[in-house]
């Protein structure tokens, strides 16, 4: 391989099954998608590269459509990159496509907005083989009601109630959410959320929510108190993360 | 719970994701279906119980629909049945169905024949979230002539060729494969292969021979070679086991 003198930025679109890994972001005694990737450049050039993506997903979430960036100064075409990841990475992450791109674009703060997917399985039945791909309820749920909530989260708002107590986010709390839209079909819900910037499991808060709202044991008025009280407790659960795909990033 | 004088017999039927499994059948040192069921019948008798599946699948192959037959002294309905031993299971085991049945039922010996699926992927594209349940071959097939040669397996025949030859199966090996079905949709060929017996690898290597021929590396002639000389070698790869579901039990 060339090592070229300049650097070359690259972005790489990549999906993992988020369910043997502590999440994205490197941590001590723990297996991240940070790590294998950063391991795997380490085996491409023999010297530390660093990666930055979008943002972090949580233990056990899924991405269909990360984005990440790093600098080298090998010179390889877009598809030797991506057999060059794809072949020193393990097999739960796939590189879907490397672009090289001007050095000033940046994963995280070039990122207009991120869509996520959480699918929900409602039926009686037991799916074994997606159990680590969609949350069961066995609840019959109330799709208009979810509806009706969802159009009340839409829209900019301080989401400090929507966020994890231990969330590292410090400041201002306010986000828009361009859109909820629900999906149904005969098995499954599937909540589509897109908007500019989400707090530690404000996904899966929302998607708990809206389930709680579907199922009765929450009513509509919760989301109307969250937004007035910034409190946590008055809104559902949070969803399992094992439903949860960060389904795309806009740029 | 009540026990009963007499012991009823039990029919389930159940799914299991392979993924994790050392196959069905108990050995030592490897976690196996049969291994959990037991232990959940201990839990729920609080003594040994026996299981009699329709037949043994191997480390990493799934069943959609396996049954499996015991006996209990406990006075329960099927519903309490299926609800105690799913909450006693791990979830990569599931409990779609229990039925009391004559104490003459026998899973393995009253089985008329079984179905199995194969998925085999075959675009370019990998995907992360079916790698545990479809085998990804790159190359293009050609689904003509793996119809061809998939009829010729059909029938009556010795499969000594068919097997591996570590095969526990001692004596007679002449089974019958009433029907080989090729699936096609856009990105996968699923094979689904009914017969009246099959022997240790005997599907994957019936799927690994069949895309062996749709890819040029085998010729259709090397089936009725296999028949004439019940030589293994003239066959095709063995298919990887992550592909495979135990689908139906025919009694």
Redesign the interface.
């Given at each position: 391989m060339v090592r070229s003198q300049t650097m070359q930025r690259l972005k790489v679109q990549l999906?993992?099954?988020g369910t043997l890994f502590s999440g994205f972001q490197v941590q001590v005694n723990a297996r991240t998608v940070q790590e294998e990737i950063e391991k795997s450049l380490m085996k491409i050039h023999q010297q530390a590269i660093r990666i930055y993506a979008s943002g972090r997903t949580d233990s056990g979430v899924?991405a269909r459509a990360q984005v990440m960036h790093f600098d080298s100064p090998l010179d390889l075409t877009e598809s030797n990159w991506q057999r060059a990841l794809?072949t020193t990475l393990p097999?739960?992450?796939?590189i879907e496509k490397v672009e090289k791109v001007p050095q000033d674009f940046h994963a995280r703060k070039d990122a207009l907005d991120k869509t996520y997917r959480y699918i929900i399985r409602f039926s009686d039945d037991?799916?074994?083989?997606n159990?680590n791909?969609e949350w069961h309820v066995r609840q019959r749920l109330d799709i208009k009601e979810m509806r009706e909530a969802a159009s009340q989260i839409q829209g900019t708002h301080d989401f400090t109630a929507f966020s994890a107590s231990k969330t590292n986010v410090k400041g201002d709390k306010t986000r828009t959410i361009h859109n909820i839209e629900l999906h149904e079909s005969d098995e499954h819900v599937v909540v589509e959320v897109t908007g500019d910037g989400f707090l530690t499991h404000m996904v899966r808060i929302i998607v708990g929510t809206l389930v709680d709202i579907g199922s009765k044991r929450k009513n509509l008025q919760c989301i109307q108190e969250a937004f007035e009280t910034n409190d946590r407790r008055v809104l559902g659960q949070t969803a399992p993360p094992q439903g949860l795909f960060l389904w795309k990033v806009n740029y």
């Open positions: 999906a993992y099954d899924h794809q097999n739960d992450i796939s037991y799916d074994v083989f159990r791909y």
